[in-house]
């Protein structure tokens, strides 16, 4: 049986007739008319013109009051965002993915909180991913006799080892001998997140001799970066190891792993999750946080990106371990690598750190997102502004209010366009780089991909078309996972199949989803497409195109063999 990989432009039947709901062939009307419309903002189809197009009642709940946007938001959860109201307004506000941080809190709290992301994500019948974020070592020194600590001098000799007894001004416990073993002479190691500066000039078996370069106070339990050593440790530890399992056992959809320093600590992780997820179910995509100086040795960088997922800049560590000068030079070089490669990077911490205790964050944070925007990253993540502090959602509003505006500028067009990527020799590529020029010629409203594992929509996502890309999956793990790429509207699949069978009213009964027959009828399977726009308020007028990318025959994976654009002329 011959695949078909196709180019399908659709236009929008929008009448209230359920039998008359269908695409319809207006391509050659458009094609000599059509101007160039591209850059207009998607706009949200208001709850009325749904009702007056569809002849449905009102509906409380709708998809179309999520903010539009291509660049994602990760906002993180905690003691200011754990209630339901909150994670909602959250959502409403433009958080597309929600992060759990493992390194506080219980499992079961966890638990509970991804109990309430999957009731939103039900109410709004929109897939919302989320993310397990794993601790990773901690390298802290001991303790010390005297409970405020000691203040070190610049200049002076400070000695780190292996002796548990209480420290002083001249000593302390490195309970790490990991650091003792892969220190050198010449070696800088940070205290406190670099607030005090320590350089090896002597080492033992059991011991490290110390110059104080930048002088500060140590206390109790203070981390140790060791920013020139690659440590012999794997990046999981014990509470690591359980973290995931449990993560495993509820379901996130993406797993951060902290503390990488090397292509094998990816295969390591990879290497437990294949073990313990059962055949036939879904795992969990892997985010390596780049936070180490080590990830940039030789071709370490393009190693990682290639065996994970996504991405995370995590620019606290890496603030600290590498010259503060140097991290907008790597943020940018991890982006494009991604982008290359074509997989999802977060830009995260400190983003909007005053937010905090702040209703309004300074000018040079602000700045700070819309570089991160500019640079083409595919989401940015709050971390304590949405977890603890007084602003959780004003936080987010700044950065959707942020994200609008910069994509909204004609310079982020052309930056984006001006990256130019080379695309790998498939058919799936070939159809996806005219599937983004048919848009921009033709004016669509939007690309839609159908896609089994995700990756045709990242393939899209990748070219970063002046379109939304609005995705059919019948497997909603895919979707949720999708919820991190630049530009992807994924759609909440209710039954493991493209086609739909229910009539409209029950396409919008959030409360009450309807479990239909599967049906690979492309007719069908193009009025879902059509439905999906519509209740994202991507389309708005019974003219506005849809460029449609799909292999057929469904559900058959592969590259296919034949680019065509085709007319669809609805029902037959």
């Known amino acids: 049986m011959m695949i078909l990989s196709s180019v399908l432009v659709t ?19 458009r094609l000599a008319t059509s101007g160039n419309h591209h850059a207009e903002r998607v706009r949200p189809l208001s709850v009325s013109l749904v009702n007056t197009i569809l002849g449905t009642k009102p509906q409380e709940t709708t998809v179309a009051a999520v903010p539009k946007k291509s660049t994602k938001q990760l906002a993180t959860l905690g003691p200011s965002s754990g209630d339901k109201e909150m994670i909602e307004k959250l959502f409403l506000a433009g958080a597309d993915c929600f992060r759990l941080n493992f390194s506080h ?32 070592p901690k390298l802290r020194v001991g303790e010390f006799s005297n409970p405020e600590g000691e203040k070190l001098a610049v200049g002076q ?6 002796d548990t007894a209480l420290g002083d001004s001249t000593r302390v416990n490195l309970p790490h001998p990991e650091i003792i073993g892969a220190s050198e002479v010449g070696h800088e190691l940070m205290v406190d997140d670099g607030k005090v500066k320590l350089t090896v000039t002597e080492k033992g078996d059991d011991y490290l001799i110390c110059n104080v370069d930048v002088p500060g106070k140590i206390s109790n339990r203070k981390g140790v970066n060791t ?35 090397k292509p094998e600590d990816i295969l390591e992780i990879r290497e437990i999750i294949d073990r313990k997820t059962p055949d036939g179910q879904s795992k969990p995509a892997v985010m390596a946080k780049i936070e180490k100086p080590s990830c940039f040795d030789d071709d370490n960088l393009e190693k990682l990106v290639e065996l994970c997922d996504g991405i995370m800049v995590a620019r606290g560590d890496l603030g600290v371990e590498c010259p503060p000068e140097d991290v907008p030079i790597l943020q940018k070089t991890i982006i494009d690598e991604c982008r290359k490669q074509g997989k999802p990077v977060v830009v995260a911490t400190q983003m909007l750190e005053s937010m905090i205790e702040s209703p309004t964050p300074t000018r040079a944070e602000a700045s700070d997102v819309a570089t991160a925007i500019y640079d083409g990253a595919d989401a940015i993540m709050l971390s304590a502004e949405s977890a603890a502090g007084l602003y959780p959602e004003e936080s987010v509003a700044m950065q959707q209010r942020i994200i609008n505006r910069v994509e909204e500028d004609a310079h982020y067009r052309n930056y984006l366009d001006a990256n130019i990527l080379e695309h790998d020799n498939t058919p799936t590529d070939a159809v996806i780089v005219a599937a983004k020029q048919i848009s921009k010629t033709i004016a669509a409203k939007a690309m839609v991909c159908f896609s089994l594992t995700g990756s045709t929509a990242r393939r ?19 979707t949720r996972q999708l919820a991190m790429s630049w530009g992807v509207y994924p759609d909440l699949p209710t039954a493991g199949s493209y086609g739909y069978t229910v009539s409209e009213d029950g396409m919008f009964d959030y409360e009450n989803p309807i479990v239909e027959k599967a049906t690979d009828d492309l007719d069908l399977v193009l009025r879902n497409a059509c439905r999906s726009a519509l209740k994202k308020g991507l389309v708005a007028d019974p003219d506005d195109l849809l460029v449609v990318t799909a292999g057929l025959p469904f559900g058959t994976p592969g590259g296919g063999t034949v680019h065509a654009v085709v007319e669809v002329l609805g029902q037959k």
């Open 11 to 29: 236009a929008l039947s929008l009448i209230s007739s359920t039998d008359s709901f269908s695409p319809r062939s207006i391509v050659s009307d």
């Open 105 to 136: 809190g219980s499992q079961e709290q966890k638990k509970e909180l991804l109990i309430i992301i999957r009731e939103i994500e039900e109410k709004y019948s929109h897939p919302i991913g989320i993310l397990g974020d794993l601790q990773g």
């Open 157 to 162: 000799t400070f000695r780190l080892d292996l």
């Open 227 to 261: 920013p020139d050593s690659i440590l012999e440790i794997s990046p999981l530890t014990p509470k690591d190891r359980s973290d995931l399992d449990y993560m495993l056992e509820i379901g996130v959809d993406w797993i951060a792993l902290s503390f990488v320093q």
């Open 460 to 478: 899209a996502s990748k070219n970063r078309p002046n379109v939304p890309i609005m995705v059919m999956s019948p497997f909603v793990e895919v």
